[in-house]
């Protein structure tokens, strides 16, 4: 074999395998994307060294989980306990063209307790309709109250960045408060449970 032929041998081998890189890169998309609210030094919510962060990890691998057992093709912006941008994790979701973004988190306040939703302000009844599935199938499963689903953001004007930076319908859930004993024994207890509910809610959701 003379050098020219090797030399064109080895650039095609180069160029077979940009194109399958390119090829899984450009399949890496996802139906479904989950994001597990905070990470890393961004511990979320903080009660009697119970951190928000490991909560939201926790519930999400699970929702995963189910979304896999029911062929549901899904995604998530974190799978351990790393630190994530919010502009990051809507990239994620937005490069992964999926339909839908959940992103999971749990509240806090004094002297409150249940599970509340939130969607963008601005954004369409698709939104509403998944926040209310996801809503009502964890009330079946066994909430402490039903605080409903609401629009904009809890701590003044605007959206969540989730809800306002991703292209598809999202919402945000707030899955108890961890200030809250009992929405604590409650999230311990029944976090199969919540998972399954939004697993299922989700599936009802997409198209
Ligand atoms: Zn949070």
Redesign the pocket.
Known sequence: MNKTIKISLAGAVAIIIAIAIAAVILNDTAQVVIDA??GGNDV??EYNGRY??DD?LALALLVAEKLKEKDIDVGLTRDDDSFISLAKRCKIANFKKAQLFVSL????ANNANGVEIWVSSKKPEKDIQLAENILSALDEAGISQNRGVKSGYARGSGDYYINSHSNMSSC?V?LGFINSEQDNELFDKNIDAYAEAIADAIIISLN
């Open positions: 609210g905070h979320g919510a928000e962060k939201n988190h749990r509240n806090s945000l707030e």
